[in-house]
């Protein structure tokens, strides 16, 4: 049975609006009780779809009082009518809902290139607005899948000052995944009052911890956007150092319960692997070590294939640009070397390598011997199911 998500000043809804051929929900709500305190992330892909240069310009104002959302197409590439189609999803919500149009902030997701029915959109939205709930997350989660087969939704309780405050999100996103900020869609909620340089900051720090440590294909997407929107209504306000911390704690672990499962239900995948590199000489070594094997096809395809071949891995951190010495490097699968000091530990390490493999999740550590400092990155297997389902995704 999924849990119920709910943030207290928030209503949320989804309904199928005839975007998706399959007649899924594709069309989605979030509907502060009244304005709240607002901050994004987005792509650094230097192509970005409408919606994100929409987002970026009207989160100068600092608040919102609505988010509307869309699945089955990406509004990308569709030149001064995207832009036109954006607003116009802004401003339908917010006049079925009673808001400033420039309040209202807009996602896509979906095939790029293809011009947005905007009045499919139109036609669904008074459907959408009457099905506005306080625990309509659940809806507004599978309102914006589209190759992910399960919605992604987490919520956390915490306390400051004896006070309690809550933090719900919601997110998607199963391919087209590199850590480039943001990586997907996702909407956190919370009810705590914060200045929105204040929350740029936490959110920025949660989704360097959390998305920005995930990877399914090294592709990253036109359209990725985070956002986080306080409410205010509890009436815990996030000026002392300490309710930070708190606040960044409960949102650093939301966030990253949120990236394992978009990894998890990445396209195709069989295994869910943590890379972990060790022994660096600084932790921008060891990022560039840890990204440069989850993205290696040569080790992803092994991956699937539960072979054990370390050399890939090797191979790929020596391509990584830093300084490292090969006769240094230690590898393990979970808690088996597989190669010393640069150099195989054989058959029986092989043997016991390949086991560890055929479990649904595990760990490949890389020690440099070069240093302190570490770092790790969340990736997967390349499949035969990926390249099918990319092979014909807008078929």
Known sequence: MEQTIQCPGFRAAGVACGLKPNGDKDLGLIVADRPASVAGVFTRNRV???????????????????????SGNANCATGAQGRTDAEAMARIAAEAVGVDPQSVLVASTGVIGQPLPIERIRDGVPTLVAGLRHDGFGDLARAMMTTDTVPKAEVRWGEVDGKRFTVAAVAKGAGMIRPDMATMLAFVC?????????????????????FNRISIDGDTSTNDTVLLMASGVSGIRLE??????RFQSLLDEMLLALAKQLVKDGEGVTKVVEIRVHGAADRSAAL???????????????????????????????????????????IYFDDVQMAAAGQGCGDAAEARAAAIMKLPAYAVTVDLHAGDAAASLLTCDFSVDYVKINADYRS
């Open 190 to 210: 919370t009810d705590v009052a914060a200045d929105p340089r204040v929350l740029r900051t936490l959110l920025q720090a949660a989704c360097d911890r959390s």
């Open 48 to 70: 970005k779809a409408a919606p994100v240069q929409l987002c970026q310009e009207r989160l100068a104002a600092g608040t919102c009082s609505a988010v509307i959302i869309n």
């Open 288 to 330: 560039k070590v840890a990204d440069t094997i989850a993205h290696s096809p040569l080790v992803k395809t092994a991956f699937f294939g539960e072979d054990a071949n370390w050399g890939r891995i090797l191979a790929a951190a020596g391509r990584s640009g830093i300084e490292l010495d090969p006769d240094r490097v230690d």
């Open 240 to 245: 002392a150092e300490a309710a930070q911390h």
